[in-house]
């Protein structure tokens, strides 16, 4: 803005005022670095060329374990141990780590040495620069840092080498060839989603590796089939209005894909509206394609105790019933109506994805598969018949495999799944 100040004052004197006055070579000079301003200063997109690059070469941060403060870290490979300033030490396989920490500072014990600050780095010392630790490879660098007492372990790793190490742990590789376009599909969809979380501007690492973001396992997790889809569409993102697309995948999504308005985001968007996938379901290949769970009454009671939506178990399941359906099928909201010994009724609605982390699999050791069900009840149980895996929004990967398999591309899988976008090169 200061260039706009230059101008506004050179309009207070004609030029030939500025000639008889004694400030002439004085205004030449203002004049001069007014120029410059004008010249050097400019509206910026939000993501220009050189941003759009500096997004690929970018190291990612992904935390991969918080443990407490005594540890014993395994160093399978030789490492180099740095501040952020210098190298420090050579570690060996037979050096094991142990890590203390106290606030926001760490202490490192190899080997009867003793260092301290506010964060280290490990950095591989052999030519195939992959660090073996805890029994697990990574490529990149690993950061060590202490957050409220805890301490942290960060891969910083690049962008392409994150998307290998997710790739296979997401979709199954199928035989030979078969999955391929699915998981070039995929793997687009892996790299958008981490460009966007580097938006995010966190302190300490940008995503986690398990499935609160991707689920990463570094170099363990590569599979040449998998790592030749990342190689053929590298820097390839889905774009909306020539920005990186807010993207969201899943497992199965039983023959009609979900509105994320209706599960994550407030306001629809106009890519994530709810499709129907196929006249026959292209997901029905899926292992979770069809599924059921039965519940004891009593557990449905112990279910909404855990939740916390009710202070005790003294309560009887009296209904349960789906009293709204979204457009795709899935449940909106389920009622639950008990009573207590007291005969005191009382009714408890349960939202949309909500009812995942609630109900849970009748034996309790993963969340329910989906919100694609009806339901029965009789004297002593509950039974949900259901289809689908997953909360429905986005690319359906079992979907997205039998398309691979019928022939499309990933260009066309991923407009049938994110309708309205496009594919930009961020390179």
């Known amino acids: 803005m200061i260039h706009f100040y230059y101008f506004s004052f050179l309009k207070k004197k004609t030029i030939s005022e500025y000639k008889s006055s004694q400030s002439f070579p004085l205004f030449y000079l203002l004049l001069f670095i007014a120029l410059i301003f004008f010249v050097s200063c400019s509206p910026a997109e939000r993501f220009t060329k050189k941003e759009k690059s500096s997004l690929v070469t970018s190291e990612l941060k992904v935390l991969l374990n918080e443990f407490n403060s005594g540890e014993i870290l395994n160093v399978e490979s030789q490492v180099y141990l740095n501040d952020h300033s210098s190298r420090l030490a050579l570690i060996t396989s037979e050096s094991p780590i142990q890590i203390s920490a106290a606030d926001d500072y760490i202490n490192i014990y190899i080997n009867g040495k003793e260092y301290n600050g506010k964060s280290f780095f490990l950095i591989p010392a052999e030519s195939a620069q992959i660090i073996k630790l805890n029994g697990k490879r990574y490529r990149g660098r690993i950061q060590i840092l202490s957050s409220k007492n805890s301490i942290n372990l960060v891969n910083l790793v690049s962008l392409e080498d994150y998307v290998k190490g997710v790739l296979a742990k997401e979709m199954p590789l199928g035989k030979n060839n078969e999955n391929f376009e699915a998981l070039k599909a995929l793997a687009i969809c892996i790299r958008t989603y981490a460009i966007r979380k580097l938006r995010d501007g966190k302190i300490y690492f940008d995503l986690y590796a398990d499935t609160r973001d991707q689920v990463y396992g570094g170099v363990d997790a590569e599979n040449p089939l998998s790592n030749k889809a990342v190689d053929e569409t590298k820097n390839l993102v889905v774009e909306y209005s020539g920005k990186p697309a807010l993207l969201y995948y899943h497992s199965t999504c039983g023959g009609y894909t979900e509105s994320s308005d209706n599960v994550f985001t407030n306001d629809p968007v106009p890519y994530l509206k709810s499709i129907k996938d196929g006249d026959e379901p292209y997901c029905k290949i899926s292992p979770r394609f069809q599924w059921q769970e039965i519940y004891e009454k009593e557990k449905i009671i112990d279910r909404l105790r855990n939740y916390s939506l009710i202070d005790n178990s003294n309560y009887i399941l009296e209904d349960i019933s789906i009293i709204r359906y979204f457009e795709s099928g899935r449940?909106?909201?389920?009622?639950?109506?008990?009573?207590?010994?007291?005969?005191?009724?009382?009714?408890?609605?349960?939202?949309?994805?909500?009812?995942?982390?609630?109900?849970?699999?009748?034996?309790?050791?993963?969340?329910?598969?989906?919100?694609?069900?009806?339901?029965?009840?009789?004297?002593?149980?509950?039974?949900?018949?259901?289809?689908?895996?997953?909360?429905?929004?986005?690319?359906?990967?079992?979907?997205?495999?039998?398309?691979?398999?019928?022939?499309?591309?990933?260009?066309?899988?991923?407009q049938h799944y994110y309708p309205g976008t496009s594919i930009g090169n961020y390179k």
Request: aromatic share 8%.
């Open 331 to 414: 449940v909106a909201e389920l009622e639950v109506k008990i009573i207590n010994d007291n005969e005191e009724e009382k009714s408890i609605i349960l939202r949309g994805n909500e009812i995942r982390s609630i109900l849970r699999t009748s034996n309790n050791k993963n969340i329910l598969w989906s919100t694609l069900f009806d339901l029965s009840i009789n004297s002593s149980s509950v039974v949900l018949n259901g289809f689908g895996f997953g909360h429905g929004v986005g690319l359906c990967q079992w979907g997205a495999i039998a398309l691979s398999r019928e022939g499309w591309n990933y260009k066309q899988i991923l």
